[in-house]
């Protein structure tokens, strides 16, 4: 797994220590046209539309990614991110998923570590922010460095865990990221931020 990162992390211009056989292999950053589920003279079996609506039954939780700024860069990266689970309990891992056109990623990638950020029920707004692109996410955003990667800590979130990356798979239009977790914390208190059909929502009793 190990030189998985490696050799991703190379791909986007991270600086390792790797072997000189590690070195010569690299990883994509774009998908190309064997990571393909359907070919190209195939039909899908089910449409982009079909697949949105019947998936966004699921509801899940929203978390935002965040990573410290690499060399030359002006600030911080992060993105909202609904595609995240705990994955290990020994180790202890966790993946969130990301596009492979994001142009966050590749800062995250670089950066070789991050932090995942659980919102609260009345962090809507928040979500929003990092979810645009182009724009300065993190102004006005209060953060500390969390503890273990400096990976930027947003203030009043219910949950934060700081990560290593640990391996990048590839699964289609996405990447499929590992982290080992290096510090996490809890405030122990307030509700989630859901997302279910497009839309926020909270727990009810």
């Known amino acids: 797994m ?3 990162v490696v050799r991703y992390l190379r791909s ?3 600086p390792t220590s790797a072997s000189p056989e590690q070195e010569t292999e690299r990883v994509d950053a774009l998908p190309r046209p064997d990571l393909r589920a359907v070919g190209e003279d195939e039909r899908a079996p089910v449409s982009p539309a079909e697949f949105r609506a019947v998936l966004g039954n699921f509801a899940s939780g929203v978390t935002v990614i965040t990573a410290p700024p690499g060399e030359g860069e002006d600030g911080p990266a992060g993105f909202a991110c609904q ?3 705990s994955l290990s309990l020994d180790p202890p891992l966790v ?3 990301v596009a492979r056109t994001s142009t966050t990623w590749p800062r995250i990638a670089r950066a070789g570590v991050f932090c995942v950020n659980i919102l609260g029920a009345d962090q809507g707004e928040l979500c929003r922010s990092f979810a645009v692109s182009g724009a300065d996410k993190f102004a006005g955003v209060a953060h ?3 503890p273990g990667t400096g990976s930027p800590q947003l203030h009043d979130v219910p949950a934060w865990i700081d990560c290593r990356i640990h391996a990048v798979h590839t699964g289609g239009d996405h990447l499929i990221v590992v982290g080992r977790v290096v510090a996490m914390g809890a405030a122990g208190e307030g509700e ?3 997302f279910h059909k497009g839309r926020f929502g909270r727990l009810a009793d």
């Open 12 to 14: 986007v211009g991270s």
């Open 192 to 194: 989630p931020l859901l």
């Open 144 to 146: 500390t460095p969390a």
């Open 83 to 85: 595609s995240f689970a």
């Open 2 to 4: 190990a030189a998985t």
């Open 95 to 97: 993946t969130f998923m």
